[in-house]
Antibody
């Protein structure tokens, strides 16, 4: 069955970067779009962007350009998101999701805490 | 950006009764292809969101037919018939008409 397994919780210092991973199985990753989303207590969900695993093409929410960088490794069916220059505003739970005309499968989410 | 406004903020329902959640869009979600680009998700406590409804009225795989959705180009309603305890959580509407994709702020469903 379809699985999206995200890496564990992160505690990072302000100004640092972090790379989150999302290992997938159970579907053809190389022809899939993968999105990343941010959820902060409130609650609210923001779409960060998607990447097409076939050719690495990306589409970012303007709000997250320069903050998030999406990549994939087709050989391991894994999607990645780099978050740079972290501030307290970036503290959140981040989800990866298969973008299949709707986010039909989601990872379990990873909490990123920004603190010195 | 398209703004999706959900109401109510929370709803408390007796098991077996029905519940309705509203989502209003700041822009028509009817695409040039004739598809209404409105989606519904449920996030159960401590879990990831799950897709319930796509393209306004289509049930996602595995979703019970107690869930239904309808609407116009800007006003939408998710109806849950015969509410069960497993329906507890936060319901979000979202659109895919244009970028950036956005979500409503959620409606919390509780059991009385």
């Amino acid at each position: 069955q379809v699985k999206l397994l995200q890496s564990g919780a992160e505690l990072v210092k302000p100004g640092a970067s972090v790379k989150l991973s999302c290992k997938t199985s159970g579907f053809t990753f190389s022809t899939s779009y993968m999105s990343w989303l941010k959820q902060v207590p409130g609650p609210s969900i923001e779409w960060i962007g998607w990447i097409y695993a076939g050719d690495g093409g990306t589409n970012y929410n303007q709000k997250f350009k320069g903050k998030a960088t999406l990549t994939v490794d087709k050989s391991s069916s894994t999607a990645y998101m780099d978050l740079s220059s972290l501030t307290s505003e970036d503290a959140a739970v981040y989800f990866c999701a298969r973008d299949w005309g709707g986010f039909d499968y989601w990872g379990q989410g990873v909490m990123v805490t920004v603190s010195s | 950006d398209i703004v999706l406004t959900q109401a109510p903020l929370s709803v408390s329902v007796t098991p077996g009764e029905s519940a309705s959640i509203s989502c209003r869009s700041s822009k028509s979600l009817l695409s040039s292809k004739g598809i209404t680009s409105l989606y519904w998700y449920l996030q159960r406590p401590g879990k990831s969101p799950q897709l319930l409804i796509y393209q306004m009225s289509n049930l996602a795989s595995g979703v019970p037919d107690r869930f239904s959705s309808s609407g116009s180009e800007t006003d939408f309603t998710l109806k849950i018939s015969k509410v069960e305890t497993e329906d507890v959580g936060v319901y979000y509407c979202g659109h895919r008409l244009e970028y950036p994709l956005t979500f409503g702020s959620g409606t919390k469903l509780e059991i009385k």
